[in-house]
């Protein structure tokens, strides 16, 4: 029957439909099989965070273990990848770099405004300094300026929008952050409009507010010391109630998906998700639950695609790291990509279309990983289009056939 069907269908509509399922099996392969992340080698020592079109940012370490803040450093920038690091000369030393959402471990870079607690070259004193184009230029915000070393402030940066962020003064030996004063920008740093909500923050190691609404607030601690977990105000931090999450580890951090209203957390052994009142752990979806030991980074909001990205990676016994990127959108889990390096996670980001991780070696070369955001997932979507196309092709092709062979019966 299968030899008769093919010996009916004309020649050509046959091999514009083999065509046609060879293109769609080709496309499948390149989605299944994600392209490697580009690499970029790094001078030893080297942390970048920040990558934008007007280049990138990095630091590298000139005093280790300089009191509450954990070291200072020396910021250099590049105008493109590839290019030389220079030092940023505006600045002598920077004490505190606010460049995302705080986490443990990993830490968040960012691709929008940068702020840094930070002495200006010739001077005595510290100050907030912002800058909108990766280092060229920089600006001391108005009124933040002081002797200690340690920053009196704490800069939370929205998690939408990249040139907006919160500006919150803190008191040495008080866990507690008042809200009763604080400052919001809209345009990196530029200016400022003063801001007031009537409750606290407790003793966090992060938080984040709500894009739509302030009032929204998400805090969350992996200490054991004290309480651990993640908890929610919706009322401007005058009430507060934990959110029941998954984690039987410490946990480095934690943002929510405005798109989905879910709340994802990651951290050592952890990848959990919380939306409407019930709490999920994710590990068995990601394929991670056989492995004894993982750590995942910061989860990062990728809004072009309205999902949340984790980087996970684990260390190999012969030496080096291994890992994948993950996409969590509500609660359904999928592989963006795999990766190895031979440098130490230190900072991870996205930017336009791509995901920024960035690796330090130490006596050795770094690694700075770029992984395509785009390619995979409109491959993966396309992919069934051919297989449409070709089927309606032999259809017709069938069906025109045998209209003819019809109409030749009759004539005779």
Known sequence: MAHSFVRSVPKSTLFLFIMVVFLTITAGASAKNAPMPRSYPLPPETYPFHIDSAGALAYRVIEPNKGCASFACRLYRSSHLGAEFIPVETLASVNTIFAGLQTVGVQSGTEGAVFVWAQKRGGNRFALYATSDAGATWREVPGTEATNSCPPYRVVPDILNPERAYLLPVSPGKAMISLHHFRETRDGGKTWEERSLPGKIPAADGFFFDPGDSKKIWAWRGSMDGWAGVQYSKDGGVTWQSLQIPAENRIHGAILNPYTG??????????????????????????????????????????????????????????????????????????????????????AWVGKEKLYLSGVGVNQPGELLIFSLSGAQLSVRRSFLPLAIGGAILLLGLWGFKGRRRNRSNER
Request: charged share 30%; glycine share 12%.
């Open 262 to 347: 879910e709340i994802i957390v990651t951290g050592r052994q952890v990848i959990s998700r919380w939306c409407n009142g019930k709490g999920e752990d994710l590990r068995e979806k990601c394929g991670l639950l056989p492995r004894a030991v993982f750590e995942a980074g910061p989860p990062l909001l990728d809004p072009a695609r309205k999902r949340v990205l984790v980087p996970v990676f684990w260390r190999e016994e012969a030496g080096g790291v291994k890992g994948r990127i993950l996409a969590v959108c509500g609660g359904r889990v999928e592989k963006i990509a795999d990766f190895a390096t031979k440098a130490e996670p230190v900072y």
